[in-house]
T-cell receptor, first 114, second 111 residues
Framework: DTGVSQNPRHKITKRGQNVTFRCDPI?????LYWYRQTLGQGPEFLTY????????KSRLLSDRFSAERPKGSFSTLEIQRTEQGDSAMYLCASSPRSRSNEQFFGPGTRLTVL | GQQLNQSPQSMFIQEGEDVSMNCTSSSIFNTWLWYKQEPGEGPVLLIA?????ELTSNGRLTAQFGITRKDSFLNISASIPSDVGIYFCAGPMNRDDKIIFGKGTRLHILP
């Protein structure tokens, strides 16, 4: 399967703990995006990378959130000191250089903060 | 800020019926995207539209880029049970690649 993969698929954590999610994009895609989706809503943009450079961060991305893409391949999204309001589906997407608007999504990581 | 408004919010139809849904914006979009999402999965890109007036098909799905560039339509012909899901319209904000999504149209198919 050469699609976008995300791990873990589900994460349950206690409030105050740190969590880290991983995204492996489609190999030839240079752009990688993180979104958050809550129940009844469409995905909301968090941040994106072009190769290893983080080009944009949403106001939704508080100081407790950090994303990296050190070698321009996989990316990690870390949430420190989780809060119950962080409970959501975290989606990763990637897109090719030639058609950067056509973003292909992974299956997501469902985070539940107790 | 830019918002995408989708209607209807949900639809209950009989198998075999045709489906129409739309998406409107107060701002002009240069690209319209239609995604489908099933429970527990990420959205899947169905159709991408790049020109005003463009009509593009993907199997039983047909989408159109409105002439005003402020709306788009998605039609599904002869619906089948596997069409159940949430259909999102989306488009890039301004000239960058941040995609904004509508809230979705939930399609339910009655047996």
């Amino acid at each position: 399967d050469t699609g976008v993969s995300q791990n873990p698929r589900h994460k349950i954590t206690k409030r105050g703990q740190n969590v880290t999610f991983r995204c492996d994009p489609i190999s030839e895609h240079n752009r990688l995006y993180w979104y958050r989706q809550t129940l009844g809503q469409g995905p909301e943009f968090l941040t994106y990378f072009q190769n290893e450079a983080q080009l944009e961060k949403s106001r939704l991305l508080s100081d407790r959130f950090s994303a990296e893409r050190p070698k321009g391949s996989f990316s990690t999204l870390e949430i420190q000191r989780t809060e119950q309001g962080d409970s959501a589906m975290y989606l990763c997407a990637s897109s090719p250089r030639s058609r950067s608007n056509e973003q292909f999504f992974g299956p997501g990581t469902r985070l539940t903060v107790l | 800020g830019q918002q995408l408004n989708q209607s209807p919010q949900s639809m209950f139809i009989q198998e075999g019926e045709d489906v129409s849904m739309n998406c409107t914006s107060s701002s002009i979009f240069n690209t319209w995207l239609w995604y489908k999402q099933e429970p527990g999965e990420g959205p899947v890109l169905l159709i991408a539209l790049y020109k005003a007036g463009e009509l593009t098909s993907n199997g039983r799905l047909t989408a159109q880029f409105g002439i005003t560039r402020k709306d788009s339509f998605l039609n599904i012909s002869a619906s089948i049970p596997s069409d159940v899901g949430i259909y999102f319209c989306a488009g890039p904000m301004n000239r960058d690649d941040k995609i904004i999504f509508g809230k979705g149209t939930r399609l339910h198919i009655l047996p």
